[in-house]
């Protein structure tokens, strides 16, 4: 018999959420398998089976919270009818009142390491109820089944007199209003764990840090003549369409070695200037924003750079990201653009200092030489941490990024 257990995954990830058993009770495992993906604030991530065997027991259902090192599962060494008895167990389940005290009574052993009382919890929640000295039968679960959960642990005592609305108000954050249980006017979706992690960063970004933006334009008229002409020979040599975000990873380096506090970091009293060039690109998925990492984009050409983010850009649609696509980065550049976005005030990334925002081109009337031309133009916005950037630096960091796109040949000699 073997135990399948929520491996460590990084340092920083202590718990998950079970988003989906891609084998049942029952079904046969091989040694390696991919039985259950588990969701984490960062990445997927897939857990094998370490044993071949049968799938005997299920102890974590869909959407449970589950820490590192959990028993999840158990697999047994067989060829699929040694689970056969907990098919019963289901249909006593679904008896009527006198049948229900069997299954309930089932899981005694388990209540035990918190009460006498015979009570069903999800591992998750008996830890937490031992680490806030609160006894499993005094709790109301939500679940019409009596199963306790991590959710009603952490809502016990809050709110008494409304005990059952709790664990909605801790998924969805700060309640204003009840709605009214009519679903055909309200829909309620339970946020996936990474949009609750996002939620919570930005939020911690915003009453943590000082921070400012600034704007300014960029004409796009050279870089976009530039692609057009040097574009047949870049993909010929490079299988590779040359795009805008090479050109502005490029930028930002020679921006960032000129101004080196928005390649900084506050740690307490501390600045950390970073040494290195590691920039975050986001990129929108299904499941929210995430932001891979272009490592040492101070080092790479213009086709290592597009091929690079290319590759991440896939991963992450793909949900294939690891946690080393992601860590680390010093700087992060956003485009909103390609969703149509004029102009915005992106946050920042984390415990970064600065983060440039891309916007939408397009085609306005400004002055030339004293004339009034058409001209693509594109807002470009600089959110920074005012605690260690001042005015000048922001300011002069900005028209760096702009004077470099548009004259885009002078990237080369800064490559």
């Known amino acids: ?9 990084a340092e920083s990830i202590t718990e998950g959420t079970i988003a989906q058993w891609v084998k049942k009770v029952g079904d046969r495992v091989e040694k390696g398998e991919f ?19 049968v799938l005997k027991e299920i102890l974590a259902e869909e959407g449970d919270t589950v820490l590192v090192g959990q028993v999840i599962a158990v697999v047994e060494a067989g060829e699929g009818g040694a689970a056969a008895p907990a098919a019963p167990a289901k249909e006593e389940a679904a008896a ?17 390491e918190t009460s006498g009382d015979r009570v069903v919890a999800s591992p998750a929640a ?11 039968a005094a709790i109301s679960p939500v679940d ?6 991590v959710q009603d642990v952490a809502a016990h005592g809050t709110a008494p007199a409304v005990a059952p609305a709790a664990p909605v108000a801790t998924t969805t954050g700060p309640v204003v209003f009840a709605p009214a249980a009519d679903t055909d006017r309200v829909t309620i979706e339970k946020m996936s764990r990474r949009r609750q992690t996002i939620a919570k960063r930005l939020l911690e970004v915003k009453q943590s840090t000082a921070m400012l933006t600034t704007f300014n334009e960029i004409d796009m008229t050279n870089i976009m003549a530039l692609r057009k002409r040097k574009q047949d020979e870049f993909v010929k040599a490079n299988d590779i369409k040359l795009g805008f975000m090479s050109f502005f990873t490029k930028a930002v380096v020679a921006a960032l070695k000129k101004y080196p506090y928005v ?16 920039i975050g690109i986001a990129v929108s998925t299904e499941e929210g924003l995430v932001v ?9 050409n213009f086709a290592e750079i597009e091929k690079n983010i290319a590759e991440l850009a896939g991963k992450a649609r793909d949900k294939k990201l690891g946690l080393n696509d992601m860590a680390g980065g010093s700087f992060t550049i ?5 969703f149509g976005s004029l102009m915005s005030t992106p946050i920042m990334n984390g415990t970064q200092a600065g983060i440039l925002g891309m916007h939408s081109i397009v085609n306005r009337p400004v002055a030339v030489n004293g004339e009034v031309q058409i001209r693509p133009m594109m807002y470009v916005a600089l959110s920074y941490d005012h605690r260690i950037i001042d005015g000048k630096d922001s300011v002069g960091f900005l028209k760096t990024v702009k004077d470099y796109i548009e004259n885009p040949e002078d990237l080369l000699l800064n490559s």
């Open 96 to 112: 009527p009142a006198p049948a229900q005290e069997a299954p309930k009574a089932a899981p005694a052993p388990v209540a035990e």
């Open 263 to 278: 390649n900084a970091q506050i740690s307490g009293d501390e600045i950390h200037l970073n040494n290195f060039f590691d």
């Open 144 to 149: 019409p089944q009596g199963r306790v959960r």
């Open 35 to 53: 039985i259950v993906e588990l969701e984490t604030d960062k990445v997927n991530a897939e857990i094998i089976s370490e044993e071949a065997g």
């Open 292 to 300: 891979p990492v272009v490592r040492d984009a101070n080092a790479k």
């Open 334 to 338: 956003t485009n909103g653009g390609v």
């Open 1 to 9: 018999m073997a135990e399948i257990k929520v491996p460590e995954l």
């Open 126 to 136: 008996r830890k937490l109820a031992r680490e806030k000295g609160i006894d499993l």
